[in-house]
């Protein structure tokens, strides 16, 4: 969380009309048969990433090693975030899964000597494989920022995946980009806006 709160304040120099959408949305033709095999979930840290001219208005003396670790520890904090969400979801809506605690996760991708910056790069289904759960949900965001596109849209764009395990196949991809619609927004704001939205868009159904 402080990772993100710590980049926040840059944002007060933009202020956008609000402006949430959820698109490019897929869902696999075999999507029902697979979900309906889900039976534990488990959520990977997120790939954050912040463009170049983000980062240039707002170093303050970082070094690209600087931001390489606020991208890693942001990610983390979306992924206990996304748990959280996703959990409370399931239990709410009586979904028939169980999510993975993100720290179970977490060992075991350590254990296994896997690099949090290496996630993007591997099989996904291997890794679902490997966490022993029946499918894992990938997300990437992305500050898109520039002075220079003033009017433009400015903020976070954040993509959920839903992989599953047996198949390696995605099944569900849905994003979401949250623009800058006041002086207090921080990039950790936006990104948790999208991925409530995105949860909100999983396919699960209610146990009958």
Known sequence: MKAFLKLGIVLGLVINVLACKTNQSFLAENANSALEMHKRIAILPFKVSFNEEYKAISRGGRGQSNWQEQERVAGLDLQKTTFNMLARRAEKKRLDFTVQDFLTTNKTLQSENIRFSELKSIDKGKLARLLGV?????????????????????????????????????????????????????????????VQNLIGALPYKARK
């Open 134 to 194: 029946d499918a894992v949900i990938w997300g990437e965001t992305e500050m898109q920022f520039s002075m220079r596109n003033f009017a433009g849209r400015n903020g976070m764009n954040t993509q959920l995946q839903l992989i599953d395990a047996d198949s390696g196949v995605l099944v569900w991809q849905n994003q979401s980009f949250q623009d800058i619609s006041n002086r207090m927004d921080s990039p950790q704001d936006l990104a948790v806006r999208a």
